[in-house]
């Protein structure tokens, strides 16, 4: 059957995580209804965490509603947020009236706009309140898992507060002022909360930033300690039935393990303007290495891409498992190997032809060889007026060729954290060119692209980058963000300047006050 790596406690979730959501309702329901189900609910949260198998199970509800196509199952990856970095091709045809031209072109006032921010400010803030309650349940209630799981409980907690993290750093990367250059300052609530009762505690951007950082070295800690990637393999780990640790353990690159929190420690540092931090983190990544003294994890493109792994599955540090991916990416973001059939309808994200050489222009001495020009694109997808219109194919497979092991952890992945972007960050932070090279020679390499010449100054070398993670992380959510950090006047295809007010979303009205800009 082809499902996610979650199917096992999938049944035995859902149950859980209903109740979750019904505690998490405070964001969306009214007082009243609230106060007509807190009593059955506080007796189910009571009943759901009487035992090991109840945390586990709030965990695997956790990563659903993480995963749902609202946040980073297609929202803040593929589609939204990537029109917000006006990556899509917008067709004329399209007003703003509809999300994809509101969205691209930063008409926020809009309907359309306005109720795909709300979706997604509303799922953020659900996953992190269901967050909120398996924790405050397990500082309150871990110790009835027994001696023989408390490893196994630091791990949930570990990955727990590392998803918090997540979600509160992009809601800061969305919502919040610029970190560097800005006139505007905003407040954002980082939440602790768990109830209609509690409200969160609304911080400056240097204060939230701190309570990220709290997040993250606890996480760090809990993980270091009782991760099992710190003593096994990806690899192994994506074989369940090989070792004495419990089943629920493996398969960590579709969790929050350890180097995926590392890694989201080094994309938040450079975003906060801690270069340093960020560099340290990224090449503590890239050299570490097993009990054995091999890598931890590689680049893989060049491995991955010939084979149809188009999310570089290898490379991942955290991706999530998705079995209907292919329900709903394919219809989005077209994909596939068509050939001429015309797909390219209006409301579907791709990209002109145009725009496919925009984003390669920089590579010089042809692109004969570069595997990501050559692998992650399907060029021969046509408009119904026989034009080309390029579609990206990183969420596309073969489903007749992929066997049941691959579609679980080589096809039906959303990439999260991956080992390129740590390449990316530590190039972007490095202070000499001779360093600047060697990473970039490496990162190359794994593109299967080797034309180049060497960059004469890093001023040179840093500038090109901006291109690179264009191509690199196209259709995975992050482009947006480094625009913002960098304060940038003009963003690749966008047809106007864009200003700061472009970059800080409107929190939707809610039971919190959102008239919190200054």
């Given at each position: 059957?082809?499902?996610?790596?979650?199917?096992?406690?999938?049944?035995?979730?859902?149950?859980?995580?209903?109740?979750?959501?019904?505690?998490?309702?405070?964001?969306?329901?009214?007082?009243?209804?609230w106060l007509d189900v807190q009593g059955e609910n506080t007796q189910k949260e009571i009943d759901m965490f009487d035992e090991y198998k109840g945390f586990r199970d709030a965990l695997t509800g956790c990563y659903l509603?993480?995963?749902?196509?609202?946040?980073?199952?297609?929202?803040?990856?593929?589609?939204?947020?990537?029109?917000?970095?006006?990556?899509?091709?917008?067709?004329n045809s399209i007003t703003d009236e509809q999300?994809?031209?509101?969205?691209?072109?930063?008409?926020?006032?809009?309907?359309?706009?306005?109720?795909?921010?709300?979706?997604?400010y509303k799922e953020l803030f659900s996953t992190i309140v269901a967050v909120n309650v398996l924790l405050k349940n397990i500082d309150e209630n871990g110790d009835i898992v027994g001696k023989e799981n408390i490893r196994n409980i630091n791990v949930i907690k570990g990955e727990a507060l590392a998803m918090r993290a997540y979600c509160q750093f992009d809601f800061l990367?969305?919502?919040?002022?610029?970190?560097?250059?800005?006139?505007?300052?905003?407040?954002?609530?980082?939440?602790?909360?768990?109830?209609?009762?509690?409200?969160?505690?609304?911080?400056?951007f240097n204060a939230y930033v701190e309570c990220l950082k709290k997040d993250l070295a606890q996480a760090e800690e809990l993980l270091k300690a009782n991760d099992p990637i710190m003593t096994s393999t990806f690899s192994a780990l994506n074989s369940p039935g090989k070792s004495v640790i419990d089943t629920y353990l493996y398969y960590r690159q579709a969790r929050l393990?350890?180097?995926?929190?590392?890694?989201?420690?080094?994309?938040?540092?450079?975003y906060v303007g801690d270069t340093s931090d960020a560099n340290n983190i990224a090449k503590d990544i890239i050299n570490a290495k097993t009990e054995s003294g091999q890598p931890v994890i590689s680049l893989s493109g060049a491995n991955d891409l010939v084979k149809g792994y188009y999310g570089l599955p290898n490379e991942c540090l955290f991706?999530?498992?998705?079995?209907?991916?292919?329900?709903y990416a394919t219809n989005a973001l077209i994909g596939g190997t068509q050939g001429s059939t015309p797909l390219a309808r209006a409301g579907a994200y791709y990209i002109s032809t145009q725009q496919l050489n925009d984003l390669y222009a920089s590579i010089s001495g042809g692109l004969g060889s570069h595997?990501?020009?050559?692998?992650l694109w399907n060029m021969n997808n046509y408009s119904p007026s026989n034009v080309k219109f390029p579609a990206i194919k990183k969420y596309w497979y073969d489903e007749e060729k992929a066997s049941d092991y691959d579609l679980v952890t080589k096809h039906q992945i959303v990439p999260m954290l991956r080992l390129s972007e740590i390449y990316l960050i530590a190039m972007e932070t490095s202070n000499t060119l001779d360093e600047f090279q060697r990473l970039y020679d490496e990162y190359m390499l794994s593109c299967s692209y080797t034309l180049y010449k060497p960059f004469e100054t890093l001023k040179e070398a840093k500038d090109e980058l901006i291109n690179e993670y264009r191509r690199e992380l196209f259709a995975e959510g992050q482009m947006f963000f480094y625009y913002k950090r960098t304060g940038a006047t003009k963003m690749m295809w966008s047809k106007t300047a864009v200003n700061e007010d472009d970059y800080i979303l409107p929190m939707p009205s809610s039971e919190y006050d959102p008239s919190l800009k200054n």
């Open positions: 059957m082809k499902r996610n790596i979650f199917n096992k406690v999938k049944i035995s979730a859902a149950g859980a995580f209903s109740c979750l959501l019904l505690l998490t309702s405070s964001l969306l329901t009214s007082c009243e209804d509603s993480f995963s749902s196509q609202n946040l980073y199952g297609m929202k803040l990856t593929m589609t939204d947020i990537e029109n917000l970095a006006c990556l899509w091709y917008v067709d999300a994809f031209g509101a969205l691209s072109r930063h008409k926020y006032d809009t309907d359309a706009a306005r109720g795909s921010i709300k979706s997604i990367r969305l919502f919040g002022q610029l970190p560097k250059g800005g006139t505007k300052t905003v407040k954002l609530p980082y939440s602790y909360t768990t109830s209609i009762d509690e409200f969160p505690t609304f911080y400056d393990n350890y180097w995926a929190v590392r890694a989201l420690h080094a994309r938040m540092s450079l991706f999530l498992s998705k079995y209907d991916l292919m329900s595997n990501r020009y050559n692998y």
